[in-house]
């Protein structure tokens, strides 16, 4: 499913030490964990459990 290894560009680690995943590993993951990530590109919100997209403009 998904290989051990990560990229580079995957993640960085916090000054805490934590792994933080980048918005590159998101994508390349295919979907929300819903876990609240800090770069998480599907706009998922941690506190009220929904996903928070912008709206597409009216053109």
Request: charged share 35%; glycine share 8%.
């Amino acid at each position: 499913m998904f290989k051990k290894e990560l990229d580079p560009e995957d993640f960085y680690k916090s000054p805490e030490g934590y792994i933080v995943f980048t918005e590159k590993y998101h994508l390349k993951r295919g979907y929300c964990c819903k876990s609240g990530c800090k770069h998480c590109p599907y706009g998922y919100n941690k506190k009220t459990g929904k996903f928070d997209l912008p709206l597409k403009k009216e053109q």
